[in-house]
Nanobody, 128 residues
Framework: EVQFVESGGGLVQAGGSLRLSCVVS????????VGWFRQVPGLAAEVVAC????????YYGHSMKGRSIISKDNADNAVYLQMNNLKPEDTANYYC?????????????????????WGRGTQVTVSS
């Protein structure tokens, strides 16, 4: 059974920083990619950043490019998202996804492609 432990969300003032953590267990393969996504109720999900475990391929979505850094710790099966200079429009539920279907040009997990699982997320609220 694949399990996610997502943490690090919370309430922060505009301009502040947060570091999100996603620890995944039970995936059954060491070759996978993990992505951070975010969603506001009623709106489409957005990709924030993705990183592949073995190769270290990375991808940054437009919304937080330049304000976020994704990193990994293979020993702990963890992926981290450092978010800086947060803005009220960054308020969303941030969740991670894992997939075995990726390439250097398509780093992020995609629904319906390969074996993928999705976490429930951690809420980030940025006050003005």
């Amino acid at each position: 059974e694949v399990q996610f432990v997502e943490s690090g969300g919370g309430l922060v003032q505009a301009g502040g920083s947060l570091r999100l953590s996603c620890v995944v267990s039970g995936f059954g393969s060491d070759r996978y990619t993990v992505g951070w996504f975010r969603q506001v109720p009623g709106l489409a999900a957005e990709v924030v950043a993705c990183i592949s475990r073995s190769e270290g391929y990375t991808y940054y979505g437009h919304s937080m490019k330049g304000r976020s850094i994704i990193s990994k710790d293979n020993a702990d099966n963890a992926v981290y998202l450092q978010m800086n200079n947060l803005k009220p429009e960054d308020t969303a539920n941030y969740y991670c996804g894992i997939s075995d279907y990726y390439s250097d040009r398509n780093v992020c997990p995609r629904a319906g492609m390969g074996t993928q699982y999705w976490g429930r997320g951690t809420q980030v609220t940025v006050s003005s």
